[in-house]
């Protein structure tokens, strides 16, 4: 079936540092989502994109729908950034979301 | 204000009960979406709905029932809950053709 990996499945990055998280795809993918679950377990949208890339702020997110890839840079990481990342592809089959196993991401000072 | 709402928000359940959790969404959205999440992975799809009426099983339907009565509602029925069902429930929102999905704060389900 449809899957997605997602590395790495842990980070911890000092304020102020940079890194990126991927998501390779094992099959076609028509647009990626990517989430954030904080401390409360809500899920925030960060980003969908059906291609390209889209910039937030200190984020950055790019997708590559030839390559089966997408990834998300984070930029000068604070503290309010840790919690878990999610991408989610869509897959061709009604628009449903086959999610990755999450990015655990730890800011510290 | 929230665009997609659930509820309860926890849910203490016994072993073999019925269980009900609701979605109410305000996006206007056709689709509606239930998942699940156990801790340390991703969400899984249980169902999901086209429009009022509609209900399709997605990649994890045994157990679980939906309802779609109406554009604004979806729920999702355990008719005899067991202690493997204790998850966090998330609802969702989506537009017709397109991919982007908008999720509900969860329901944190214990069934003992």
């Known amino acids: 079936g449809d899957q997605v990996e997602q590395s790495p499945s842990a980070l911890s990055l000092h304020e102020g540092t940079s890194s990126a998280l991927r998501c390779n795809f094992t099959t076609t993918t028509r647009s990626v989502q990517w989430f954030r679950q904080n401390s409360r377990g809500s899920l925030i949208n960060l980003f969908y994109l059906a291609s390209g890339t889209k910039e937030n702020g200190r984020l950055k997110s790019a997708f590559d729908s030839k390559e089966l890839y997408s990834t998300l840079h984070i930029r000068d990481a604070q503290l309010e950034d840790s919690g878990t990342y999610f991408c989610a592809a869509a897959s061709s089959s009604f628009s449903k979301l086959v999610f990755g196993q999450g990015t655990s991401l730890s800011v510290v000072p | 204000e929230a665009a997609v709402t659930q509820s309860p928000r926890n849910k203490v359940a016994v072993t073999g009960g019925k269980v009900t959790l609701s979605c109410n969404q305000t996006?206007?959205?056709?689709?509606m979406y239930w998942y699940r999440q156990d801790t340390g992975h991703g969400l899984r799809l249980i169902h999901y709905?086209?429009?009022?009426?509609?209900?399709e099983k997605g990649d994890i339907p045994d157990g679980y029932k939906a309802s779609r009565p109406s554009q604004e509602n979806f729920s999702l029925i355990l008719e005899l809950a067991t202690p493997s069902q204790t998850s966090v429930y998330f609802c969702?929102?989506?537009?017709?053709?397109?991919?982007?999905?908008?999720f509900g704060p969860g329901t944190r389900l214990t069934v003992l």
């Open positions: 969702a929102s989506g537009d017709v053709g397109g991919t982007e999905q908008f």
């Open positions: 996006n206007n959205h056709n689709n």
């Open positions: 709905s086209y429009g009022a009426g509609s209900t």
